[in-house]
């Protein structure tokens, strides 16, 4: 199995330009990096026609180095013997640097963007802005951009991005007063954290990232701490069986019950905590629940755990390194209290996982839960939704300077708040740390919408937590683990289908 349809790391704006910069400085010139990346886009869009048999084509050029790819695509794909059109929205008088020099390139007639007509145009290649843009598009450009999606969907033709579509913040993928809807980017080098986040995703299609001529090399020169959750960030830290092995090798994770009308979600977090490759898995279960838990379970153990101090007691065993608590346990200071005495029990080397319940419980003071957390002797993970995350942490949607604050900025702020690696749920689900390393998810699929999915996700953290992952790699593991199995089985899943489906997903990885 491949490691992924991107490189692993994913950049800022800034990083993005750095690159550029010391690619630059280097020998490489910034015109070979910019016909280096027409051709990327070119044959993309080439490959798109040849399906759609189309041959007409307009490229929108912005006044930047966007735009400059932009020309230098018109050039290349005029050379195949398209009928290609340009359309500017700034005089080519006015361009600067290489974007003046690819503009000069095109020796043929360039209308204006704002005033251009879509009728009898096979594909738009929107070379407008890339990924620097950090302001919303001013009135004409939103009219514009509203009259190609409109074209888009009511043609059924396609829009090919250059770097992004236009529109959307390459740092938070936000919309900037209004985005393109593409069919397919071309990013070049690496992709960027606005490709990754919603509703940026979205807009993107198919997404391709192309070499350009940028060494890997120059990301030692900056500090590059997100990247994208596939296997290539965590199979080396994946822990797979040893023939020498045995279950006690493989830890021991606990999951705790809530009361008899609340056990399912408890043992749906329990069954995948075995599923992903947890030796051992006990159920804390309330005596008033033990018969119901009893007779649903099978290779998941069942043990009395009456409130703090039966669970206390049932921890005291350390071969138990890894406990989850929220599934299906109450909101209220029950549970509140069961929850700091799992995270005050020792040994150093058990980790917690805390969700639902054990999140909302604490939504009226959350600096007890935050002083739970670093009292800890091990790590904890957190896995909100977006109703917990804004219930917990209570976060501006804007930053200190007045920014819209993303998805990733969110995490990354409940991380250092709360000490714990915060995994923020969601089609871009985005696990932080609180050092500010982070992942987010390519894709996941919209089944995954579904009641107990979060519950087996709670239950597969555990699970390789107590195999000896460290938080962070668990929670993405366990994150692209869940979207890859509901990726597999597809439409009707619930949640036990993702657990039953895990044994596939382990396949792929480890074949």
């Not at 001013?138 to 059924?156: K, Q």
Request: with cysteine.
């Amino acid at each position: 199995m491949s490691s992924g349809p991107y490189p692993v790391e994913l950049l800022t704006n800034t990083q993005m330009a750095t690159a550029d910069r010391l690619t630059i400085e280097g020998g490489l010139p910034g015109m070979t990096l910019m016909q280096n990346a027409a051709q990327a886009v070119a044959r993309v869009t080439s490959q798109i026609l040849q399906r759609t048999s189309g041959r007409r084509i307009l490229v929108l050029c912005g006044p930047g180095n966007n735009g400059g790819d932009g020309y230098l695509v018109a050039g290349l794909l005029r050379q195949q013997r398209y009928k290609v059109k340009v359309a500017a929205l700034t005089r080519r008088e006015h361009l600067r640097g290489d974007a003046l020099t690819a503009a000069l390139r095109w020796p043929h007639d360039i209308g204006r963007a704002e005033d251009v007509d879509f009728a009898g145009i096979d594909l738009v290649i929107d070379a407008l802005f890339g990924t620097g843009l950090s302001r919303d598009l001013d009135n004409g450009v939103v009219s514009l951009v509203e009259r190609l999606n409109r074209w888009r969907r009511e043609s059924g033709q396609q829009v090919v991005s250059v770097d992004i579509p236009s529109g959307i913040d390459g740092g938070t993928g936000a919309v900037r007063g209004a985005a393109v809807e593409a069919d397919a980017t071309v990013t070049f080098f690496r992709v960027k954290t606005g490709h990754m986040l919603l509703p940026g995703r979205l807009h993107c299609g198919q997404l391709t990232c192309a070499h350009i001529g940028i060494r890997s090399a120059v990301l030692d020169r900056m500090s590059v701490d997100t990247y994208v959750n596939e296997p290539g960030l965590w199979r080396a830290a994946l822990p797979v069986p040893r023939v020498a092995g045995h279950k006690y090798a493989r830890g021991h994770a606990v999951v705790a019950s809530g009361g008899p009308s609340h056990t399912g979600a408890a043992r749906l977090a329990a069954a995948a905590a075995l599923r992903a490759g947890a030796g051992l898995v006990t159920l804390a279960s309330p005596s008033g629940a033990l018969t119901v838990n009893a007779a649903a379970l099978t290779a998941v153990m069942v043990r009395v755990a009456d409130g703090p101090e039966g669970l206390t007691a049932l921890l005291a065993d350390s071969r138990k390194n890894a406990v989850a608590l929220g599934p299906g346990l109450g909101v209220g200071e029950e549970t509140c209290a069961l929850v700091e005495a799992a995270l005050a029990s020792s040994p150093s080397s058990r980790a917690a996982v805390l969700d639902a319940d054990a999140l909302t419980s604490f939504a009226a003071d959350p600096q007890r839960l935050w002083k739970a957390i670093r009292s800890a002797p091990g790590f904890v993970v957190l896995t909100p939704h977006a109703g917990e995350f804004a219930r917990l942490f209570q976060l501006s949607d804007r930053d200190a300077d007045g920014a819209p604050r993303s998805k990733l900025d969110a995490a990354r702020e409940a991380a250092r708040l709360s000490g714990a690696v915060v995994l923020y749920k969601g089609p871009d689900t985005v696990v932080a740390a609180p050092d500010g390393r982070a992942s987010i998810i390519a894709s996941a699929s919209a089944w995954l919408a579904t009641a107990g999915s979060g519950d087996v996700l709670t239950g597969m953290i555990a699970g390789l937590l107590a195999q000896g992952m460290t938080p962070l790699m668990a929670a993405s593991c366990a994150g692209w683990m869940h979207a890859r199995a509901a990726e597999i089985f597809g439409p009707g899943l619930i949640a036990d289908d993702i657990v039953a489906t895990l044994p596939a997903v382990w396949r792929e990885l480890c074949g």
